[in-house]
Structures are given as C-alpha cells and as structure tokens.
C-alpha cells in the first residue's frame, strides 16, 4: 500500500482575503470623503466653495466632522498602500507606489490631526483675509495636505510607468494625463483656486477607486 503526501496551497501573494480588504480600503476613501466634504460645503452655514478651501471646514462648530474624515480618508489610504505592496510585490512601481500612495495618507491623517485656522471670513469671526498670525497646528496643515496630494500625483506616474510597461499603453497616458490636470488644478492661485482644488481632489480620488479595482480585478483572475 503507498501513501502519499500533499502539499497545502499557499495562496498566491497578493491573493488572500487580508490583503483583498486592504485593497478595498482604496474603493471606500475616496467616495466617503467626497461625500462627507460635499455635504458639509452644501450645509455648514457661512461656507463658500468659491472661497473656502475645504480644509476650513476642519474649523469652527462642527469642524469635528471634516477633522474624522480626513484622518479616516487617511488610515484608509495607508491600508490601502499596504495592500499595494502585498498584491504587487515585484516588478516596476513595486516599491515607490505603495510609499507614495501611503505618503498620501499619512499627509491626510496629520492635516486632520492639525487643522488651519480660521481664515477669509470662515468660521464666524475668523479674519476676512489671512491671519497676521499663523499657529503651529495651522503651519503644519499648511504642509501636511500639500505633501498629500503630490504623493499621490506622483504615485500616478509611478504607476502609469507599470502599465506601460505590461502593455497597458492606454490606462498609462490617461493616468498620466489625469496627474497633469490635477496638478494644474490645484496650483492655489487665481480665480476660483478653492474650486479647482476640490475637482482636482475628487479627480486624484476617482484614479484611486479606479486602481484599487483594477488590483481586485487582478487577484480574482489570478
């Protein structure tokens, strides 16, 4: 009588249900922070997209709100640049997208962390313009979100440089137009500088959902 052995199959890399969840954090950040953001521009009493960065909206009554969902949109993205590393553990992109793309949630977890102050009449009693004084938690929200949303553009052309090379020549130039425009977007000068900065938010999140399920799309057929 012969025995024999089997070998228990190891699920490929990127392939088990933790990092198939880690991923999926990539899915939800982006919509609920939009969400949430949108709500409050449309409800908070006395704010104007056409003058109010977002991040106003981290002040005042009510800031609590918009404080919880950048660090949740935050903790979401660092999840999810984990699961980038898990689900693409070679090849080009392997090691500078996932530290970009958790670049980007560690910036929005300290800009929800340290708020701005009260700025261009906003909250209630805040200065019409900018304060003649800045306080420490608003100088370093002043660099937090910027490092944020610049990992993330440059996290799309890290990626787009992977999609080239797989053959994917059109996923990678709209990837790396969409960085463009987002960039140009939220360059904070000019006429509705507030606005553009939101689309272009919205934008760099869109390409996250976008990548995110193109990822889960790869370990289903996998």
């Known amino acids: 009588m012969s025995t024999s052995t089997t070998t228990p199959t190891r699920p490929r890399p990127g ?3 933790s990092t198939r969840t880690l991923l999926r954090a990539g899915l939800i950040a982006g919509p609920i922070f939009m969400l949430t953001a949108t709500v409050q521009v449309l409800v908070r009493d006395g ?3 056409a003058r109010h960065p977002i991040s106003l909206l981290a002040v005042g009554p009510g800031g609590w709100v918009q404080i919880a969902n950048f660090i949740l949109a935050g903790l979401l993205g660092i999840a999810f640049a984990v699961g980038v590393a898990r689900a693409v553990p070679t090849g080009a992109s392997s090691r500078w997208a996932p530290i970009l793309l958790g670049l980007f949630g560690v910036g929005l977890v300290i800009g929800g962390a340290f708020p701005a102050d009260g700025a261009f009449g906003f909250p209630a009693g805040a200065p019409d313009g900018i304060p003649a004084t800045t306080s420490f938690h608003a100088k370093v929200h002043a660099v937090a979100p910027p490092l944020a949303f610049l990992s993330l553009i440059a996290a ?3 990626v787009a440089r992977r ?12 990837t790396r137009a969409l960085a463009i425009v987002c960039f140009v977007l939220s360059v904070p000068f000019g006429p509705g500088a507030s606005v553009r ?3 272009a938010i919205g934008l760099a999140f869109a390409w996250q959902v976008w990548f995110a399920w193109r990822l889960l799309t790869e370990r289903r057929a996998a």
């Open 47 to 49: 704010f104007d997209l």
């Open 197 to 199: 900065l939101f689309v």
């Open 163 to 174: 999609l080239g090379r797989d053959g994917h020549r059109a996923a990678a130039a709209w």
């Open 156 to 158: 799309c052309f890290v």
């Open 15 to 17: 392939t088990d249900a």
